[in-house]
């Protein structure tokens, strides 16, 4: 009798043994499944960049090709470098080229990038833009595997880099993060570069306050005829823009901010780069 009671704990225990080797197997699976899948994601990205680099290369390669071709026409011609017709093949060419180059640059998203330690990461390049005139360049080094994961940058500290690529989903849209980021980094660049013409260009007005974001700058704008002195507060909230989402004007004149001319202006400045909205208010008289 006393037999019985024992094989049924034993019989207990071998089942509790049982159900947990089951659990451990359960987890040791969902643990390599979750690894494969960050894997395949992290080789999907690499196919990605890889036939980005594969068509950058037939692009130039066609464009090298474009490039022979045109120098053997213009040597069989033989026509006087000087001559009308032989300016407007010159300028052709040297069109269907930049329209190259730039269709290359754009299949990898208008980055340049950089295979980094024996292909196992890449180091992506960011450049920004004002009007025109190339600025400042970021880079981030990103490792591919096991998932991506940024290692090194030299992004501003003020620039919400790991809030973007949650946002982004940098894991499934690399892309996309790209371009947000390249999004802030321009805006950011703007706002800094009209802050620094506005100095260089208008040394009667005085740059009241600023910060390093560059996204509140208050001005302090002198007005003809002996009028009272304007503050004029520019505030970026929107910090993917480089205009100002609101303009304040402050005056012991209470009526002059609230003047049609000034309300012209107020919106002037929500729409111009601040230095060329101040060399229009000069020229309109409104501010010396």
């Known amino acids: 009798m006393e037999g019985a ?10 089942l509790l043994e049982a159900q947990a080797r089951n659990r451990k197997v359960r987890l040791q699976q969902q ?38 071709r045109q120098r053997t026409h213009e040597e069989e011609e033989e026509m006087d470098e000087d001559s009308e017709d032989s300016q407007l093949l010159q300028l052709m060419a040297r069109h269907t080229q930049l329209t190259d180059l730039v269709h290359a640059h754009h299949l990898i998203g208008g980055y340049d990038v950089i295979k980094t330690r024996q292909g196992k990461g890449v180091c992506v390049s960011v450049a920004t833009a004002f009007e025109g005139v190339y600025l400042d360049t ?20 003020f620039i919400p880099l790991n809030n973007l690529a949650e946002q982004s989903n940098m894991q499934t849209n690399i892309r996309a993060f790209l371009d947000t980021l390249s999004c802030h980094l321009n805006a950011f660049a703007g706002r800094k570069q009209q802050l620094k013409l506005v100095k260089e260009q208008h040394k009667s007005i005085e740059v009241m306050e600023s910060n390093v974001l ?32 609101r303009v304040h004007f402050e005056c012991e004149d209470k009526e002059l901010p609230d003047s049609p001319e000034w309300k012209k202006n107020c919106t002037l400045l929500t729409e111009t780069p601040v230095h060329k909205a101040l ?10």
């Open 214 to 245: 560059c996204s509140l700058l208050v001005l302090m704008l002198t007005v003809p005829r002996g009028k009272p002195a304007l503050l004029c507060t520019l505030d970026y909230t929107d910090h993917t823009r480089c205009f100002p989402t």
């Open 138 to 157: 970021y880079n981030l080094e990103i490792d591919l595997k096991p998932r991506l994961r940024i290692t090194r940058h030299n992004i501003p500290p």
């Open 5 to 14: 009671p024992t094989k049924g704990v034993l019989s207990q225990l071998n």
């Open 279 to 288: 060399i229009t208010m000069k020229k309109m008289g409104h501010i010396v």
């Open 31 to 68: 643990s390599l499944v979750k690894q494969l899948e960050a894997k395949a994601q992290a080789l999907t990205t690499e196919r990605d960049l890889l036939k980005a680099e594969i068509r950058t290369v037939e692009t130039l390669q066609r464009l090298m090709m474009s490039m022979d």
